[in-house]
């Protein structure tokens, strides 16, 4: 997304920077300026929607480059991991708690039965035959 509209969001800044309800326009040189790199809304309903054929090899060395850039640094202990998940997390004033290890609530019972409880079901279950 960054790469399709980048350069529209640019000139929308621009042309709504003194009035923001400046409408953008619809037609003629001005529009052409606010076009995405690879998509366009105005195909209407056609075969993937208006895209362009040049994103859809855009996307996949952005998908290779992405999947190199993980495995580097999952070979690095994640440090890039865990920096981006620092600074979403002071973005968003979210304080870091302790993680839950699994632990039950009180009063709550584990959700498999235990032996002891198929025995009673399967002894009940031996009375109604009889």
Not at 9 to 27: C, G, L, V, Y
Not at 37 to 63: H, N, R
Not at 80 to 100: G, S
Request: hydrophobic content about 30%; overall charge positive.
């Amino acid at each position: 997304m960054m790469d399709n509209c980048h350069t529209k969001w640019i000139a929308t800044f621009n042309w709504q920077k003194d009035d923001p309800k400046r409408k953008i326009p619809s037609k003629g040189a001005d529009y052409d300026q606010f076009k995405a790199k690879y998509s366009d809304s105005k195909c209407g309903q056609i075969t993937f929607g208006g895209w362009d054929p040049k994103a859809f090899e855009a996307l996949v060395k952005y998908m290779e480059a992405i999947k190199a850039n993980r495995k580097a640094d999952n070979g690095n202990n994640k440090v890039q991991q865990k920096y981006a998940l620092k600074l979403a997390r002071q973005a968003h004033n979210i304080v870091e708690k302790e993680p839950r290890l699994n632990r039950r609530r009180k009063g709550k019972e584990a959700s498999a039965p235990t032996p002891k409880k198929l025995k009673v079901i399967v002894d009940s279950d031996d009375e109604d035959d009889e």
